[in-house]
């Protein structure tokens, strides 16, 4: 069992003046491992205070003391990539063959913030006018739970490179991630107060954030209603606010696609973190011309796709994080059925063989077909394996149906030609389209149009929503 009863402010790790206690969970078999002693409100003042009295001294850093601490923060929690390796599969899931990747994240996103910082062009001349990029001030940084410690470190990389101080408010079911970063970012020995680490439920410590006068700035990542709430609460005090919210993201297939290549790509674009993920590619358009073999072939390919133990090289999809994010998938696999799609593979339940995991919150990867764009499924953001394919007539009518959503994250359109598959890229609204591929790039800006968020991460646009342009006019400029 885990017992995490400290919190980190001001340098120090310090029993939270909250008492509740909540209980962390083993996923895979849904038994109950640890508990955390969550912040409450108090807890956030006093955080907030201390990265206030730390920002006076931090903002006049320059970029070399600024570079060496995102190194030394990154050679630390890559000194904890076992531990926090074990807690990624153990605490929320993911795949061994996804969580690789999930903490070495955290330690790139150290290392690209510090090449980025190296070249940032904190003074510009405009016209007759000195402009200098200032820290905004405090910044609250509030993350979720389907990738903890990489949005920990990447927001709170791009806060030290701007010169701001923070709060950070992670989510309450990933407290055992949470405190191997927490005790990895403290040996790297920053001063007190650059960055605070208070776990606690949002309504209570991510609410006092949002509301609080002393802090200047909000990140947020999470789901739409979330943000929304946040940004209510920080518009009394005219915060900074950036917000990467939901998605539906739309994997168009034009019908000149080499099928062998786009449906295992638009399968991972789906499944990826166990469909656990803000731009995964739920919506799968197909041309009708070929929507018979497509539909052969994505069923066999979401037939292969193993759902089970995440320690396991062979998994490709680990359990739901909760209990209730299980419950939350299989309502709306039943709600497909119930308006009329057609259950090509999964569905509900749990699935089969896997006795020894009948506890855990593991869901079918399901695949629907004959869904149209005005169904729950095609509407709503699942979080989990569910894929839909939504036939069309030609490409105007791909577009259409892909431009038809409250959100605007990410969309992947796969082709043989490369050059008509970017004149349909330039047509979707989205924050990133993806060609032909799932690559990811540190230095491209990433966030979304409409409803997916405002504002972006990743490169110098995430830099940017840190500082306020100050500019100076006059004699000695």
């Known amino acids: ?36 002693r969550l912040a409450d409100e108090e807890d956030v003042r006093a955080a907030i205070a201390a990265a206030k009295r730390a920002l006076p001294a931090f903002s006049r850093t320059g970029k070399a003391e600024r570079i060496a601490m995102l190194h030394r923060l990154a050679d630390a929690v890559a000194a904890r990539r076992d531990d926090l390796l074990d807690a990624v599969i153990g605490e929320y899931g993911a795949p061994a063959s996804r969580a690789a990747f999930m903490v070495d994240h955290p330690v ?23 402009v200098s990029m200032e820290p905004l001030g405090v910044a609250g940084l509030i993350t979720p739970w389907n990738s903890n410690a990489g949005f920990i470190c990447g927001k709170l990389a791009t806060a030290i490179a701007a010169g701001c101080t923070t709060v950070i ?8 991630q949470t405190q191997i970063v927490t005790e990895a970012l403290h040996a790297a020995g920053l001063a007190p107060g650059l960055f605070n680490i208070v776990t606690g439920r949002g309504d209570r410590v991510g609410a006092t954030i949002s509301s609080h006068p002393d802090v200047a700035k909000i990140s947020f990542t999470g789901f739409t209603a979330t943000g929304k709430a946040i940004l209510r609460s920080a518009a009394d005090t005219l915060k900074r606010v ?13 019908d000149d696609a080499d099928l062998s290549q786009a449906i295992p790509l638009a399968i991972n674009a789906a499944f990826m973190n166990s469909g656990q993920a803000c ?9 009708r011309s070929r929507l018979a073999e497509i539909e052969a072939r994505a069923r066999s390919a979401v037939e292969a796709v193993r759902a089970g133990d995440p320690r396991d090289p062979a998994t490709i999809v680990g359990p739901m994080v909760s209990r209730t994010q299980w419950e939350r998938v299989q ?9 009329g799609a057609v259950l090509l593979a ?20 399901t695949l629907f077909t004959a869904v149209r764009n005005d169904m729950t499924i095609a509407r709503e953001e699942i979080f989990g394996p569910v894929l839909s394919i939504l036939p ?18 990410q969309a992947y359109v796969l082709s043989g030609d490369t050059a008509r598959a970017r004149r349909v890229a330039d047509r979707i609204v989205a924050g990133r389209v993806l060609i032909n591929s799932l690559t990811h790039d540190p230095k491209a800006p990433f966030g979304g149009f409409k409803q997916s968020g405002i504002g972006r991460e990743y490169g110098s646009f995430g830099l940017d929503a840190f500082l306020e342009p100050k500019a100076l006019l006059g004699e000695g400029v």
Request: charged letters at 25%; zero cysteines.
């Open 1 to 36: 069992m885990h017992t995490i009863d400290t919190i980190y402010i001001d340098g120090r790790f310090v029993t939270p003046h909250g008492t509740e206690l909540f209980d962390l969970h083993d996923p895979a078999t849904g038994a109950v491992t640890g508990r955390v």
């Open 108 to 130: 790139n996103a150290f290392r690209e913030t510090a090449a980025l910082l190296a070249d940032y062009p904190f003074l510009r001349r405009m016209g007759t006018a000195e």
């Open 331 to 339: 309502r709306y696999i039943r709600i497909g059925v119930e308006e």
């Open 392 to 409: 069309y007539e030609d490409e105007e009518e791909a577009i259409a149906i892909a431009n038809d959503t409250v959100y605007g994250l």
């Open 242 to 254: 950036t917000l990467e919210l939901g998605g539906k993201s739309p994997t168009i297939i034009l």
């Open 346 to 365: 999964g569905g509900e339940g749990r699935p089969d063989g896997q006795p020894e995991f009948s506890g855990g919150w593991f869901v079918r990867p």
């Open 279 to 287: 731009i995964a590619g739920t919506r799968l358009l197909a041309p």
């Open 169 to 176: 408010k992670p989510s309450e079911m990933s407290a055992r």
